[in-house]
T-cell receptor
């Protein structure tokens, strides 16, 4: 059965801290891994990763994929209160296009 | 494009009633996904379509749930009869063959 597991499930940090969120997966015929941020409404897209070792970066957020060890990390540097959200990892399979999500990591950034 | 459009945004219904949720995907997208989100279970994939054809409905919890996609611009998720445990936020998302999925704003369903 395809599955995506995120850790930790929740995290509390202070502004300025750096955080690392983890996502491991076990799927048949991997196509891509995606990260989303969810505040109070719908998930919004952050990154899509398809190749190992190539870092994707957007401002203070960055992500990298390891296809050999079947995991990805999402880093957030110099966290701000506006980073407080649920971060979701999802994996797309190549043969059927299925998109399945992990449980999410709830990040709270305190002032 | 206005993005993925879901309706209604909120639905409150009594147990036993039929509920129909609607979704208009982004034009040109080949895939449409229906998800259910709760605190306990997170974001669960219920069913998804490719070019209007259902590919995998193994996530549909029971026969009370059904989904259709009669054309490329419209899909419905129906629950009949509804039960209190169906209360959740239901998301529709669409995507091209490759690339990210875009989500609608969701329908918050409350069954009392």
């Amino acid at each position: 059965e395809d599955k995506v597991v995120q850790s930790p499930l929740s995290l509390v940090v202070h502004e300025g801290d750096t955080v690392t969120l983890n996502c491991s997966y076990e799927v048949t015929n991997f196509r891509s891994l995606l990260w989303y941020k969810q505040e109070k409404k719908a998930p919004t897209f952050l990154f899509m990763l398809t190749s190992s070792g190539i870092e994707k970066k957007s401002g203070r957020l960055s992500s990298i994929l390891d296809k050999k060890e079947l995991f990805s990390i999402l880093n957030i540097t110099a966290t701000q209160t506006g980073d407080s959200a649920v971060y979701l990892c999802a994996v797309r399979t190549g043969n059927t296009g299925k998109l399945i999500f992990g449980q999410g990591t709830t990040l709270q950034v305190k002032p | 494009d206005a993005g993925v459009i879901q309706s209604p945004r909120h639905e409150v219904t009594e147990m036993g009633q039929e509920v129909t949720l609607r979704c208009k995907p982004i034009s040109g997208h080949d895939y449409l996904f229906w998800y259910r989100q709760t605190m306990m279970r997170g974001l669960e994939l219920l069913i998804y379509f490719n070019n209007n054809v259902p590919i995998d409905d193994s996530g549909m919890p029971e026969d009370r749930f059904s989904a259709k996609m009669p054309n490329a611009s419209f899909s419905t998720l129906k629950i009949q009869p509804s039960e209190p445990r169906d209360s959740a936020v239901y998301f529709c998302a669409s995507s091209p063959q490759t690339g990210e999925a875009f989500f609608g704003q969701g329908t918050r369903l409350t069954v009392v």
